[in-house]
């Protein structure tokens, strides 16, 4: 198993099953998806992409700082749920962005960015047809 970054179209494919299932593919493009500073990500195991994330430049202020990336459309296939691929998957992103970042984590998923060091800022917030939402921070530590 191991973090690859890949192109956006090997990301496309589960965003769609995971992220925007019975909605049309081109709900699946991001705006920022193409920004030349953006960086996709999968987690792969024997050629199968069983996670996705995407980072991008796209600062937030949260508690009198700028928090500079932020994570988007993270999924992992539902048939390998539960076995700490996700977990597995963010750690290493962890790693390889080195840097704070933030996200909109969707309220079922709130608990699984809290086990991989996420912090909710701010109040619930939907996003209309995908549902209730939260802003959470990582926050690069010194020595992380």
Known sequence: MSLRQVELEDVIPLRHEVLRPGQTRETCYFEGDDNETTRHFAWVED??????????????????????????????DPASAGQG??????????????????????????????????????EPFEIPGIGTHY??????TAGS
């Open 47 to 76: 050629g199968q992409v069983l996670s996705i994330a995407t980072v991008m430049e796209a600062g937030r202020d949260v508690d009198w700082k700028t928090v500079p990336y932020q994570l988007r459309g993270m999924a992992t």
């Open 85 to 122: 691929i996700g977990s597995s998957f963010l750690q290493a992103l962890h790693e390889t962005v080195n840097e704070s970042w933030w996200c909109n984590a969707r309220e079922v998923a709130v608990r699984f960015y809290e086990r991989n060091g996420l912090v909710v800022v701010g």
């Open 135 to 140: 802003v959470m921070i990582y926050e690069k």
